[in-house]
């Protein structure tokens, strides 16, 4: 547990490629929230099946030139929409913003996202244990912004079975994976109910990736 980055108590490399920034998404928050609600306006978040045929517990959208889907077919990243067929909705500027300047926080500079997941939790929705590894150039970093009601996030290792580290995460924090922690294996705990005052009983996490 590394503490001394920019002696900072906000920003914590806590693993190997993996810094915490906390609340450093607070300054942009108003931008965030109208972005988020004109991405979702256009490209309503939705439930996918995984290639098994579950339908994930988690709901999601995307901006972006790409945007990661999940059907019969597999996981990828593509171009449109597959409920509307048309492309995902523009990344919108304090997204990448954000994301960049998060980023060339945690070490990794000129990060240019060119997709964003936006996932939506309500009580109960969990994410089990998995790696991200649809993406084309793993030395790229995955900047996570966490928004409205907390949740606990679990950071396995390499392997499946590695023990796994609850990290509790608030609206406005900020996490950068990258280096040796990208292929990490990762998930989040079933959200508890309760109401955040500006984002009601959900909690939005947008993660902003390099994938093509
Ligand atoms: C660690 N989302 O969308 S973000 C995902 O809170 C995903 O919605 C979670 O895992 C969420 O794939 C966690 C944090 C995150 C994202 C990517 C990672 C952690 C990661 C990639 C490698 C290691
Ligand atoms: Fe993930």
């Excluded at 945690?106 to 991200?132: I, K, M, W």
Aim: proline content about 8%; aromatic content about 8%.
């Amino acid at each position: 547990m590394n503490q001394d980055l920019f002696d900072d108590p906000a920003h914590w490399e806590i693993a190997p490629g993996v810094t915490l920034l906390r609340g450093f998404a607070l300054a942009a928050e108003a931008a965030l929230l109208d972005a988020v609600a004109a991405v979702t306006a256009s490209a309503p978040l939705r439930h996918m099946f995984t290639p098994g045929g579950l339908k994930m517990a988690v709901a999601l959208t995307n901006c972006g030139p790409l945007g990661w889907v999940s059907d019969a077919a597999g996981y990828r990243y593509q171009a449109s929409d597959p409920v509307s067929g048309q492309p995902w909705p523009a990344l919108p500027a304090a997204f990448a913003q954000l994301a960049t300047q998060a980023a060339a926080a945690a070490g990794f500079g000129n990060f240019e996202p060119d997709a964003c997941l936006v996932n939506r939790y309500q009580a109960g929705t969990r994410l089990s244990l998995h790696q991200d590894r649809n993406e084309r150039d793993f030395s790229q970093p995955i900047v996570s912004v966490s928004l409205g009601l907390p949740a606990v996030f679990l950071l396995g290792g390499l392997q499946r079975s590695d023990k796994t580290a609850r990290l509790p995460l608030s609206h406005g924090d900020v996490l950068v994976w990258g280096g040796p922690s990208r292929l990490r294996f990762h998930g989040v705990l079933p959200l508890s109910a309760g109401t955040h005052p500006l984002l009601g009983d959900q909690r939005i996490n947008l993660t902003l990736r390099r994938a093509g």
